[in-house]
C-alpha cells in the first residue's frame, strides 16, 4: 500500500462526486437555462420573504373564499335559521382556542397552523366581511347612512384584521420571521380579547366595558413594542402598525353607532336572498358590535 500509487480523479468525476454531494447548492447548475428565471436572482433573505409572501395570499384567498363557498352552498340554499345563530355564537366561542393553537404551532413552524388560522379567523366561513361589505355598498333601503359607514368601518377593519395576522403567521411559519416575547406579547392581548366576545349575549354593558379595557391595554402593548418590532423585521412593523388601524376603524365604527338613531326599515317582497341573508346575519353581528 505504501508504494503504490493513487491516479488523480478526472474533473467528472470530481464534479460528478460533488453534484451528489449537495446537488446545486455548492455550485451554479451548468445547464444553459439554468438559472435563468428571475427567482434565481433573489437572494436567501429575498427568497424567504418570497416564499412567506405566498403563504399570505394563500391564506386570505382561502379566508375569503371559505366565506364565499359557506354562503353559496349553505345560506343561500336554506337561508338565516336559528341553527345558524348557534353555530355562529359557537364559532366565536373556540375563535380563542383555535388561535391559540394556530400560534402556539406557528413559532415550531407547523404548517398545521395554517389550516386552523384560516378555520379561527374566518370564524368556520360564515361570512362576516362579505356580509358587512354587501350592506355598506348595497344596504340603502334597509340601513341608514351612517349604518352603512359602520358596516363599510367593520368590514374593511375586519379583512385588514385578518389579513395582517395571515401576515405575521405566515412570516412565522416560513422562518422569515423568528418571534420572541415582543411579538407574543401582542399576540396574547388579541387572544384575551376574545375570550368575551360571547359575552355580549349575556350583558352588553360589562362586554363593552371589558373590551374598552383590553383595547387601551393593547393599544399602549403596541406602542410598547414597536421599536422591538421594526427591529426584528420590518414586516413586523407593517402588521403592528395595520393592527392598529384595524382597531381604530373597530372603535370608530362603535362611536358612530351611538349617533345612528334611525331605524331599519321592514323587509319587501322583491328583496333576494342575499339582502334577505344579509339582514337576518347583520342583526346577530350588531349585538356583538
Given at each position: ?99 391559540t393553537t394556530s400560534f402556539g404551532l406557528a413559532l ?182
Open positions: 500500500l505504501q508504494s503504490s500509487s493513487l491516479s488523480s480523479p478526472s474533473k467528472d468525476q470530481v464534479e460528478s462526486m460533488l453534484f451528489h454531494l449537495c446537488g446545486n447548492r455548492c455550485h451554479d447548475g451548468s445547464w444553459g437555462m439554468s438559472d435563468t428565471s428571475p427567482l434565481s436572482y433573489m437572494s436567501n433573505e429575498g427568497w424567504n420573504a418570497f416564499f412567506g409572501f405566498i403563504v399570505w395570499i394563500t391564506l386570505t384567498f382561502s379566508g375569503i373564499g371559505l366565506e364565499v363557498l359557506v354562503y353559496v352552498l349553505v345560506l343561500v340554499p336554506n337561508g338565516w335559521t336559528v341553527a345558524h345563530d348557534r353555530l355562529w355564537i359557537l364559532s366565536q366561542f373556540v375563535f380563542s382556542l383555535l388561535l415550531h413552524q407547523n404548517y398545521m397552523s395554517l389550516p386552523i388560522l384560516v378555520l379561527s379567523l374566518w370564524k368556520c366561513g360564515f361570512p362576516e366581511s362579505l356580509f358587512y361589505q354587501y350592506s355598506a355598498l348595497y344596504g340603502g333601503n334597509h340601513r341608514s347612512m351612517l349604518g352603512r359607514i359602520r358596516d363599510f368601518l367593520n368590514g374593511s377593519g375586519t379583512a385588514l384584521h385578518h389579513s395582517i395576522a395571515c401576515f405575521a403567521i405566515a412570516n412565522f411559519v416560513t422562518g422569515v420571521v423568528r418571534p420572541g416575547r415582543h411579538e407574543l406579547n401582542i399576540m396574547l392581548i388579541l387572544v384575551v380579547q376574545h375570550w368575551f366576545a360571547v359575552f355580549v349575549y349575556i350583558s352588553k354593558s360589562f362586554y363593552i366595558m371589558v373590551e374598552l379595557a383590553l383595547e387601551i391595554l393593547f393599544e399602549w402593548v403596541v406602542f410598547s413594542e414597536f421599536q422591538y418590532l421594526v427591529t426584528n423585521h420590518w414586516s413586523m412593523g407593517l402588521c403592528g402598525m395595520v393592527m392598529l388601524f384595524a382597531h381604530w376603524e373597530y372603535m370608530l365604527a362603535g362611536v358612530l353607532e351611538l349617533f345612528d338613531t334611525k331605524g331599519e326599515d321592514s323587509d319587501d317582497d322583491e328583496t333576494d336572498m342575499v339582502e334577505k341573508s344579509s339582514e337576518q346575519f347583520e342583526e346577530l353581528l350588531t349585538k356583538g358590535c
